[in-house]
């Protein structure tokens, strides 16, 4: 029903900035909450950011704030990941999620990307 493609990741060394992207195909005539969320080696996946389709409303984790913004172009159907300061610890496997429902998407998304790697160097 909903398609999500992430690109935009790559290596990067510390202190740089990448942009994340997440197109949207499918139901492009409803209105969704889109995530982003990582998965760390070794690690389970977190929560990262995320935004209503409108742009209006976004909530971070604190890991990320002040140094990540996502936000989104309609007109596009796509959802960015601004990514600057980036560290060490933020290298990671970055999923794109969307869900009509901007609280459930936090625990259960209903449709998810593939993902796209950040590794940030020191």
């Known amino acids: 029903q909903v398609q999500l493609v992430e690109s935009g990741g790559g290596l990067v060394q510390a202190g740089g900035s990448l942009r994340l992207s997440c197109a949207a195909s499918?139901?492009?005539?409803?209105?969704?909450?889109m995530a982003w969320f990582r998965q760390a080696p070794g690690k389970e996946r977190e929560f990262v950011a995320v935004?209503?389709?409108?742009?209006?409303?976004?909530n971070y984790a604190d890991s990320v704030k002040g140094r990540f913004t996502i936000s989104r172009d309609k007109a596009k159907n796509t959802v960015y990941l601004q990514m600057n300061s980036l560290k060490p610890e933020d290298t990671a496997v970055y999923y794109c999620?969307?869900?009509?429902?901007?609280?459930?998407?936090?625990?259960?998304?209903?449709?998810w990307g593939k993902g796209t790697l950040v590794t940030v160097s020191s």
């Open positions: 999620a969307a869900d009509s429902n901007i609280v459930k998407i936090i625990t259960g998304a209903d449709y």
């Open positions: 499918g139901r492009t005539f409803s209105n969704y909450a």
């Open positions: 935004v209503s389709w409108s742009g209006i409303t976004t």
